[in-house]
């Protein structure tokens, strides 16, 4: 049985950075894509960072260049690094696990269908 437990999250304020990890059991990371959702109050959620077990990643075009997601080298650990925090930062972030390689750009507003596992949650809120 897969699980995914986020932590990492807390209050931060903007400018300010935060690192989530994601720690996944019952999960083998081969031929297949770890993600980062977020959804804030009212709004559906989006993909922010997609990472491939090959290494390649992707990201929403509104955190390119400040988000970065990494993996740990046994493969079972998941990381989201948030530098340059905006108060439109604030969501509950998800990890997710989909068993495919994204391809493409930017995230598709529709890779949420995709994915088969989900973690639990973890808030993170920017204070302007």
């Known amino acids: 049985q897969v699980h995914l437990l986020e932590s990492g999250g807390g209050s931060v304020q903007a400018g300010g950075s935060l690192r989530l990890s994601c720690a996944a059991s019952?999960?083998?990371?081969?031929?297949?894509?770890m993600a980062w959702f977020r959804q804030a109050p009212g709004k559906e959620r989006e993909g922010v960072a997609v990472?491939?077990?090959?290494?390649?990643?992707h990201y929403a075009e509104s955190v390119q260049g400040r988000f970065t997601i990494s993996k740990g080298n046994a493969g079972n650990t998941l990381y989201l690094q948030m530098n340059s925090l905006k108060a439109e930062d604030t969501a509950m972030y998800y990890c997710?696990?989909?068993?495919?390689?994204?391809?493409?750009?930017?995230?598709?507003?529709?890779?949420?269908?995709?994915?088969?596992?989900w973690g639990q949650g973890t808030q993170v809120t920017v204070s302007s």
């Open positions: 997710a696990a989909a068993p495919f390689l994204y391809v493409g750009g930017p995230i598709r507003t529709d890779f949420e269908k995709d994915i088969r596992y």
């Open positions: 019952g999960y083998t990371f081969s031929n297949n894509c």
């Open positions: 990472i491939n077990t090959d290494s390649t990643t």
